[in-house]
Structures are given as structure tokens and as C-alpha cells.
């Protein structure tokens, strides 16, 4: 199979687009194979449909690691080039967006899948209590999580001029463990028209995040209703 006339096919690209997310979210891509590993079977579902769709008589090795996670394994010598062709180096330190996810549709399938790995979405109500009057505050955002600036830089570029969608200042944070330094950068997005642009243009499709996004969208509404019974 010549894997370069996938790259001319818009159809078939797409596809392509979700399979290098997730290699780069959830994924890993070693010398002797591919794998796709997630405790989500919709999104491994997806993984596999799409790997048959693109590239048809493809064994899988499925298992679980010893944290419970399940995972999809692929030993292919040429379709593993072919994947190495497209982005030098998947370690989760030097990703970088490919450079066929050129327009609005591949970017659209692009930020979905890496969401859907590394994207958490956040609706936390605490109550605070102020001598005898308590409230509710409301916590909500969206985040991406990644170990690569340059990654997260571009994905906040794609975010607001593809999708203008506006984003916060990224977020550095260092860890040390055994003697290493772990350094993590995290892009969040705030605000309801944030989260509705969100939701409309790019979404999940883990069935978790979807729904928590829509509680928190509507989490909005309750609040102005609620404000408007006491006046």
C-alpha cells in the first residue's frame, strides 16, 4: 500500500488526523510498534475502526496493563514509518502539530482527539460560609495538559484563530521525582461563549467530558434563574 496517496485523499486524511492524535495523546510509538492505550472503550473502539478503516488487514494485540488500562498494539515495520514520516518523534516532551494539519477540518479532528486524551473538564462547587449566610462558588474550566511548550503553544494559536476561542496565559508547572525534573504546561479556557464555542466547533467524543461540559454550560443557566427568584 502506498500510505503517501493517504495524505491527497481529504477523506481519508481525516482519519489519518485522529489516529496521530491519540498516538501523541494516549499513544506511544516505539521502534517495534504502535500503541493506542485508554480505559475508555468508546475511544479505543474509535481507534481501532479508524486504524482498520484506513489501513484494512492490520493485526491488533490487545491487553491491559497493571494499572487496568487497556490498550491496542500494532507491529507493522511500514506503516510504522510511514507514522515517523509524519512527526519525527512522538515522546510527549518534543510533539509538535504535524504539518499536514493544515486546515480548519483536519485542525477541527486534531483538537478533539488530543482533548479527548489529555483535556479535562472541570465543574467544582464549593460552598463557602460567611458567619450565618452560606453561598455557592462555582468553579469551571477546561484544560489541556501536555509536556511539550511548543505543542501546547500551537494548539492555543489554533484555539483562537481557527476557532476564536480564547484561552488563558499557559501554565508552567515543574516536578521533582528521583532526582528528575518533570515539567508540564497546561492551557485552560474559562467563560460560558469559551465553553459554547468550545462545545460547537470542537467537543469531545468521550462520552464523560462531553456531558460534564454540558453540565457546566447549563450550570450557567441555573444560576441566572436562581439570582432572579431572589430579587
Do not use: W
Not at 7 to 18: A, D, F, T, Y
Not at 174 to 190: A, E, G, M, P
Amino acid at each position: 500500500m502506498n500510505y503517501e496517496e493517504i495524505l491527497k485523499n481529504e477523506k481519508k486524511s481525516k482519519i489519518l488526523v485522529r489516529i496521530v492524535a491519540h498516538l501523541m495523546g494516549d499513544g506511544c510509538v516505539t521502534k517495534r510498534y504502535f500503541a493506542y492505550y485508554n480505559k475508555d472503550k468508546i475511544l479505543l473502539e474509535n481507534f481501532e475502526k479508524d486504524v482498520l478503516n484506513l489501513f484494512k488487514k492490520i493485526h491488533f494485540t490487545r491487553g491491559r496493563t497493571n494499572s487496568g488500562t487497556s490498550f491496542l498494539m500494532i507491529q507493522n515495520k511500514p506503516l510504522l514509518n510511514f507514522l515517523k514520516s509524519l512527526i519525527s518523534d512522538y515522546r510527549s516532551h518534543h510533539l509538535y502539530l504535524p504539518k499536514f494539519i493544515k486546515n480548519k477540518e483536519f485542525q477541527k479532528e486534531f483538537s478533539q482527539s488530543f482533548y479527548d486524551d489529555e483535556g479535562c473538564v472541570a465543574l467544582r462547587i464549593f460552598k463557602k460560609t460567611k458567619e450565618t449566610k452560606e453561598t455557592k462558588e462555582i468553579k469551571r474550566n477546561v484544560t489541556l495538559s501536555s509536556n511539550s511548550l511548543k505543542l501546547i503553544q500551537e494548539i492555543k494559536q489554533i484555539l483562537k484563530n481557527t476557532f476564536e476561542i480564547e484561552s488563558n496565559k499557559i501554565s508552567k508547572y515543574v516536578k521533582k521525582r528521583d532526582s528528575k525534573i518533570y515539567i508540564n504546561y497546561v492551557l485552560s479556557i474559562t467563560g460560558r461563549d469559551n465553553f459554547v464555542k468550545f462545545r460547537d466547533k470542537i467537543n469531545f467524543t468521550h462520552p464523560t467530558k462531553s456531558r460534564t461540559l454540558d453540565k457546566m454550560i447549563a450550570s450557567y443557566i441555573r444560576i441566572v434563574k436562581f439570582k432572579n427568584k431572589d430579587k
